[in-house]
C-alpha cells in the first residue's frame, strides 16, 4: 500500500503539470501506481491487519492430529478440539484449515518438456480388434510414433510383431515425421526382446 506522502507527491507533480510518465519515472513509481494515486481524491488510509482466527491457538494441535492421522475428517477434529482442548469455534472453520494444512497429494507423473524434434517415442501394441481375411481371425499390431514437442502421431500396422515389422514401422516414422531425433523411447521397453524373441526360429 502506497504511504500519504506518495500521494501527495504525485499530486503536486500533477498540479505542477508533470505527465504521468515523468512522475513514474522521477518517482520510481510503477505508471499505474501513479495514474491511481492522481486519480485519487484523498490520501490512502491505512488498513488495520485482520485479527488472527479463534482457531490460531489451536493449529500445532490440528498439526499433530493430522500428522497421527492423516484423512480426519473436520467434524472429528472439532469434536477432538471441544472436548480436549476447550475450542469453541465452527466447524467450518476447521475444515478451511485442514485443508490448508493437508499436504497436497504427489502427482505420480513428472511433466517433461521437448526441444523441436529432440524426443520420437514409439509405441508397439496389439489393437484390440481382431480382423477377419479369408475366413481367419487375425491379431493387428500398431507401432505408434508421437512427437512429444508437437503431438504430431503416426501408426504402422502389421500383422506380426516382427524385427522386420518393427524396423518398417522405424522407416515410415522417420518418413513421416520428417526429423532425425536425438532420443528414441520405446513404451514399453519391452518390444525390443518381443520382437527378437519373434524372430527366434
Given at each position: 500500500?502506497?504511504?500519504?506522502?506518495?500521494w501527495a507527491q504525485v499530486q503536486a507533480l500533477v498540479g505542477d503539470g508533470v505527465?504521468?510518465?515523468?512522475?513514474?519515472?522521477?518517482?520510481?513509481?510503477?505508471?499505474?501506481?501513479?495514474?491511481?494515486?492522481?486519480?485519487?481524491?484523498?490520501?490512502?488510509?491505512?488498513?488495520?491487519?485482520?485479527?488472527?482466527?479463534?482457531?490460531?491457538?489451536?493449529?500445532?494441535?490440528?498439526?499433530?492430529?493430522?500428522?497421527?492421522?492423516?484423512?480426519?475428517?473436520?467434524?472429528?477434529?472439532?469434536?477432538?478440539?471441544?472436548?480436549?482442548?476447550?475450542?469453541?469455534?465452527?466447524?467450518?472453520?476447521?475444515?478451511?484449515?485442514?485443508?490448508?494444512?493437508?499436504?497436497?497429494?504427489?502427482?505420480?507423473?513428472?511433466?517433461?518438456?521437448?526441444?523441436?524434434?529432440?524426443?520420437?517415442?514409439?509405441?508397439?501394441?496389439?489393437?484390440?480388434?481382431?480382423?477377419v481375411i479369408d475366413g481367419q481371425e487375425r491379431r493387428v499390431y500398431a507401432l505408434?510414433?508421437?512427437?512429444?514437442?508437437?503431438?504430431?502421431?503416426?501408426?504402422?500396422?502389421?500383422?506380426?510383431?516382427?524385427?522386420?515389422?518393427?524396423?518398417?514401422?522405424?522407416?515410415?516414422?522417420?518418413?513421416?515425421?520428417?526429423?532425425?531425433?536425438?532420443?528414441?523411447?520405446?513404451?514399453?521397453?519391452?518390444?525390443?526382446?518381443?520382437?527378437?524373441?519373434?524372430?527366434?526360429?
Amino acid at each position: 500500500m502506497r504511504s500519504a506522502l506518495e500521494w501527495a507527491q504525485v499530486q503536486a507533480l500533477v498540479g505542477d503539470g508533470v505527465s504521468e510518465r515523468e512522475i513514474a519515472r522521477r518517482l520510481g513509481m510503477n505508471r499505474r501506481t501513479v495514474a491511481r494515486l492522481a486519480a485519487s481524491a484523498e490520501p490512502p488510509r491505512y488498513r488495520r491487519a485482520a485479527a488472527g482466527s479463534k482457531l490460531d491457538p489451536f493449529e500445532p494441535v490440528l498439526r499433530r492430529l493430522l500428522a497421527e492421522w492423516p484423512q480426519i475428517k473436520a467434524p472429528r477434529a472439532t469434536e477432538l478440539l471441544r472436548d480436549e482442548y476447550g475450542y469453541d469455534g465452527s466447524v467450518d472453520l476447521v475444515k478451511r484449515r485442514l485443508r490448508a494444512l493437508r499436504p497436497r497429494p504427489v502427482r505420480p507423473a513428472q511433466r517433461t518438456g521437448y526441444r523441436p524434434g529432440q524426443v520420437l517415442q514409439l509405441d508397439w501394441a496389439e489393437m484390440p480388434t481382431r480382423l477377419v481375411i479369408d475366413g481367419q481371425e487375425r491379431r493387428v499390431y500398431a507401432l505408434v510414433a508421437s512427437l512429444p514437442y508437437s503431438g504430431a502421431q503416426s501408426a504402422s500396422f502389421s500383422f506380426e510383431m516382427t524385427v522386420e515389422a518393427f524396423l518398417e514401422g522405424h522407416v515410415h516414422a522417420a518418413a513421416v515425421a520428417r526429423v532425425a531425433s536425438q532420443l528414441v523411447v520405446y513404451e514399453p521397453v519391452e518390444i525390443l526382446s518381443a520382437a527378437a524373441v519373434e524372430r527366434e526360429p
